[in-house]
């Protein structure tokens, strides 16, 4: 479609495009977390397992960290208005076959097509940000693009199932059409092409070795809570991702024309604030991913509700940016980063005793004080770095931020999910070295559930249906059930498994807090008055 665009002046068009390339960035982050609420509604419709039904996840997020690396590469041969526009028809395209999906394989498919323009939908939209702000005024910018990065996971589970349960299952993808058709035509009339850089080849032995080592160690993080991180399956994959991704480094560092390069680490203010996007994006998205699975699976809350629950802290997000920018602009950068990093760390402490009796204000009130950590810390650490490079290598700088971004928030999610699996197991053998048939407590509290079914008057059927729960946690403690005493026992069991449970997660809170305080040693390392290159 060819359409002419705009002469806008350098001062009117930089904010402009800004605001045509969040349109972008929102619905591609949008859709990282929309479609997993709709997961059951799919495995119903589809007719398949659970196991089949998350590769409509597993492969959108594979296509997404494949994609990223060499974005760069297109945006210096291309352009970023070209690239963009292909970016945005693709994840658009990719959006309206999804909605017409017949199968669950069909809705694999589709997704990666969605996926290749989501995936370079990112890096090209903070490329653009990148070109045409200067330095000074570059924070003010990041932190307005960077809202769209932070909003839109969080209101994903809660549009996600309002859509699902009002509306229908097809409607999630749907949306994306009329916004996608507006912002393309937005795009085309407003943003300008980026000088080209032609003369450089394709790096096919970059792109082959990072695509297979990305591609293994994300199927490896995604998978290795569920397969078991000493499974030969994991195992393979792992040796896999490192020989090739060490592989990638040594093609990378001889190539005249490397698909990323990896000369931008020898800025010291860019790697100490990858370091900090790592930990920061993992403290993020670990976040995203306890607080949720918490509140519906323990709580009781339903997808809307936590979607609901997690709104306010994704606005404190943005609302804290420009007060950073303010900030930093009198104290510099580097307070402000060490400032937000402390505060999330200090905010994720009180999950640490998060359990069945904690109120929903005050679960929201510490969601926001994280949220006020993020607002002051991701984007200004992103920019500290990105301001120390040349306008010639932040192609391939934004495609490497944005690989290290998807890395970070597969581990952080990862981890926890190891952590919750290991220590539910080690709480539940814990909890019942104490259940003892004999001791005098075990007896009353017994007693005291065998009395409440008599005075509800619980049926038998019942009884036997729920002791299948854990026969034989309770027969290796020495129980001989009856009828009543059975349900009674259920109880008991399914209040053990909810308690080792909340034990889990009160663990994992613990390793999220140490994540993020982790973050305070390269956020300490940073420059502030390192002089920019722009």
Same mark, same amino acid.
């Given at each position: ?386 301001? $120390?490079?040349? #306008? /010639?290598?932040? =192609?391939? @700088? ?5 690989? &290290? ?5 597969? +581990? ?73 005493? $059975?349900?009674? #026992? /259920?109880?008991? =069991?399914? @209040? ?5 449970? &909340? ?5 994992? +809170? ?25």
């Amino acid at each position: 479609m060819n359409i002419p665009r705009l002469a806008l002046p350098d001062a009117t068009y930089r904010w402009w495009a800004l605001a045509v390339t969040i349109i972008g960035n929102f619905m591609s982050m949008l859709d990282t977390s929309i479609v997993n609420i709709a997961i059951p509604k799919l495995m119903a419709v589809f007719a398949v397992e659970a196991k089949n039904a998350q590769w409509i996840l597993t492969a959108y997020m594979l296509t997404l960290g494949m994609m990223q690396p060499v974005s760069g590469y297109f945006c210096d041969r291309f352009g970023t208005r070209r690239m963009y526009l292909f970016s945005l028809t693709v994840f658009t395209g990719g959006s309206a076959l999804c909605g017409m999906a017949w199968s669950n394989d069909s809705m694999v498919l589709f997704r990666v097509i969605q996926a290749i323009g989501g995936g370079l939908v990112y890096p090209v939209t903070m490329t653009i940000v990148y070109h045409n702000f200067p330095c000074e005024e570059r924070y003010q910018a990041m932190s307005i693009w960077g809202l769209s990065a932070m909003v839109a996971p969080a209101i994903g589970p809660a549009l996600s199932g309002y859509l699902v349960e009002y509306w229908d299952w097809r409607v999630i993808f749907a949306i994306n059409v009329p916004v996608g058709f507006i912002g393309y035509l937005l795009a085309a009339l407003i943003l300008r092409e980026s000088v080209l850089n032609r003369n450089g080849k394709f790096d096919a032995g970059g792109f082959i070795t990072s695509s297979l080592g990305l591609l293994c160690l994300l199927l490896a993080l995604n998978k290795g809570a569920e397969e078991g991180w000493t499974s030969p399956y994991i195992i393979a994959l792992l040796y896999v991702s490192f020989a090739s991704l060490a592989l990638f480094v040594a093609i990378e560092l001889k190539s005249e024309n490397p698909l990323l390069d990896l000369t931008v680490f020898t800025k010291w203010n860019f790697t100490c604030s990858s370091c900090v996007l790592f930990i920061g994006t993992a403290g993020l998205y670990g976040g995203l991913f306890l607080v949720p699975l918490f509140m519906e699976n323990i709580r009781g809350y339903t997808a809307m509700q936590t979607g609901v629950l997690l709104l306010p802290a994704a606005l404190v997000s943005g609302l804290m940016m420009p007060v950073a920018i303010r900030i930093a602009r009198r104290v510099g950068p580097k307070p402000v980063v060490i400032a937000g990093i402390v505060i999330l760390g200090m905010a994720s402490l009180p999950f640490v005793h998060l359990n069945m009796d904690t109120g929903y204000y005050t679960i929201l009130f510490v969601m926001m004080l994280r949220g006020a950590g993020l607002g002051l810390f991701l984007m200004t650490a992103t920019t500290l770095g990105m301001n $120390a490079l040349p #306008l /010639a290598k932040m =192609s391939r @700088a934004t495609a490497m931020k944005s690989m &290290i971004r998807q890395i970070a928030g597969s +581990f952080g999610i990862a981890l926890l999910s190891t952590v919750i699996q290991h220590r539910q197991a080690y709480h539940l053998a814990h909890i019942a070295e104490y259940m003892n048939a004999a001791s005098l407590p075990m007896k009353q509290t017994l007693a005291n559930c065998q009395d409440l079914f008599f005075k509800v008057g619980g049926s038998p059927g019942a009884a036997k249906h729920m002791l299948t729960y854990s026969d034989s946690l309770y027969a290796r403690a020495g129980f001989a059930p009856g009828i009543i005493q $059975a349900k009674a #026992l /259920a109880l008991l =069991s399914s @209040a053990v498994q909810k308690q080792a449970a &909340i034990f889990a997660f009160n663990d994992a +809170f613990a390793v999220l807090a140490l994540i993020c305080f982790c973050g305070i040693i390269p956020a300490w390392l940073l420059r502030s008055r390192q002089k920019s290159k722009n």
